[in-house]
């Protein structure tokens, strides 16, 4: 075999074996958090929240999850029930999924960014109707170990 054929399997495996290795090294990281959450639709009477999320930290720090969570209005009652697939690093995370709007009884879709603490979203509804909110929760800095 040729040099340059040899050098080209060596690296090859180097970086099959940094690839094995650092998907080896995720480590799942879940969370029950609590929250309040203020919306354009609902002004500043907040709504209580309460999630769970479980994610997996690779080697390198991005986070991949998913985020289930359930609001409930403090003068309308249930708010949103929202299931969003996470990704980012451990920081903050940028989120996409959808649900169901029980005041307005109709389906979301519904993206943002958690950040340490705090998280901006977006939803639409099926029906057009677009309300972007803030929340504070218990969601800090992934437990990440290199």
């Known amino acids: 075999m ?70 409930y209005h403090f003068t309308d009652g249930f708010d949103k029930f ?13 989120e996409l999924g959808g649900g169901y709007d029980f005041q307005e009884q109709s389906l979301l879709i519904t993206g943002g960014v958690q950040g340490r603490l705090v998280n901006f979203s977006m939803d639409v509804s099926l029906d057009g109707d677009i309300d972007g909110g803030l929340a504070i929760n218990s969601i800090d800095k992934y437990d990440w170990q290199p």
């Not at 929202?82 to 940028?94: C, F, H, P, S």
């Open 82 to 94: 929202l299931l969003k697939g996470v990704r980012g690093e451990i920081d903050w995370q940028a």
């Open 2 to 71: 040729s040099r340059t054929i040899k050098g080209l399997m060596a690296a090859t495996m180097a970086t099959a074996s940094l690839l094995v290795s650092t998907a080896a090294a995720a480590q799942s990281d879940n969370h029950v958090y609590a929250g309040l959450g203020w919306t354009v639709k609902h002004g500043w009477i907040p709504s209580a929240i309460a999630g769970v999320r479980s994610v997996d930290v690779d080697g390198i720090g991005d986070v991949t999850g998913v985020d289930l969570s359930l609001s």
